[in-house]
């Protein structure tokens, strides 16, 4: 079965024939966890897809929040955006250094500000790399875009809201974290927070919709066998992905976007903040 909404996807094929073309920007959005002792920009500054712009999450947030990587307003990304040389007529293909793990994030951002024209690079640079296609390392300078900005609230969560859900459990919760800290076996990654997970959530752990080999996603039957096999086999159902914080739970509402849900909202904050709160409810 193919894809409902293919056009959250391109493939290397389509990026290599259209990476000339002035209206396709192309984003590295690579991110690393705390403790993994790499660091992206350092990474892009060495190889690249050609042409390609860093869009780093850690500096596209609100600084003024103490949480990882939590959305700016629309200001900012709009200033952010336009100093990377986009503008909105522009297609941006975003790709990352795994595969598809954190790409995501970064085209859910962009919808979550009204922008459309934006989709994944299937399988990311490894793909790239092993059909040998071009990198670079030079750093482009590119003329200042256009971009404007107005924030969809309809695709975010907050703390309050995830915590009405948890009363009205409106929506399922999909966690797409690792089994083991789902389960409050594995220790989070980050420090001061509770283990275990959101009462009434069920586990999506994103490696299961990403094929080992390739690293692209999973054709639309495997996400919906994936889907059932976490629990989820009420695909019209409203939805909210979470994770640890905020990015690996994009992978799974993109993956929810392809096969026909273009609106599963992500809870922003996730578990670097549902954690460390004390008045959020965590069973194990």
């Not at 629309?74 to 007529?89: K, R, Y």
Request: glycine share 8%; with cysteine.
């Amino acid at each position: 079965m193919t894809y409902v909404n293919p056009d959250a996807l391109v493939e290397t094929e389509w990026l290599a024939a259209n990476i000339s073309d002035p209206k396709v920007r192309v984003l590295d959005s690579s991110y690393h966890l705390p403790g993994t002792g790499r660091d992206a920009e350092t990474e892009f500054s060495d190889r690249h897809i050609p042409g390609a712009m860093l869009f780093d999450i850690e500096d596209v947030r609100d600084r003024d929040i103490p949480l990882p990587h939590m959305l700016p307003d629309a200001e900012q990304f709009a200033a952010q955006m336009s100093t990377l040389g986009i503008s909105n007529d522009d297609m941006v293909v975003i790709y990352d250094v795994h595969g598809v793990q954190t790409s995501p994030r970064a085209w859910w951002t962009f919808r979550a500000f009204g922008h459309d024209k934006v989709a994944v690079l299937n399988g990311g640079l490894p793909k790239w790399l092993a059909e040998h296609r071009p990198v670079s390392d030079d750093i482009i300078d590119r003329e200042r875009g256009e971009f404007k900005a107005q924030a969809d609230t309809s695709l975010v969560r907050s703390v309050d809201q995830m915590l009405t859900n948890q009363e009205s459990r409106g929506a399922l919760v999909v966690d797409a974290r690792p089994a083991g800290r789902f389960e409050g076996v594995d220790p989070e990654p980050r420090t001061g927070l509770r283990s275990g997970r959101m009462p009434g959530s069920v586990n999506l752990p994103i490696n299961q919709l990403i094929d080992p080999v390739t690293k692209t996603f999973l054709p639309a039957d495997g996400i919906r066998t994936v889907l059932a096999d976490a629990g989820v086999s009420d695909l019209s159902q409203p939805m909210i992905t979470s994770c640890g914080s905020g990015v690996a739970a994009c992978v799974v509402s993109l993956g929810l976007y392809l096969i026909g849900n273009k609106a599963v909202p992500v809870y922003d904050g996730s578990w670097s903040e549902w954690g460390a709160r004390e008045d959020t409810p965590v069973e194990v």
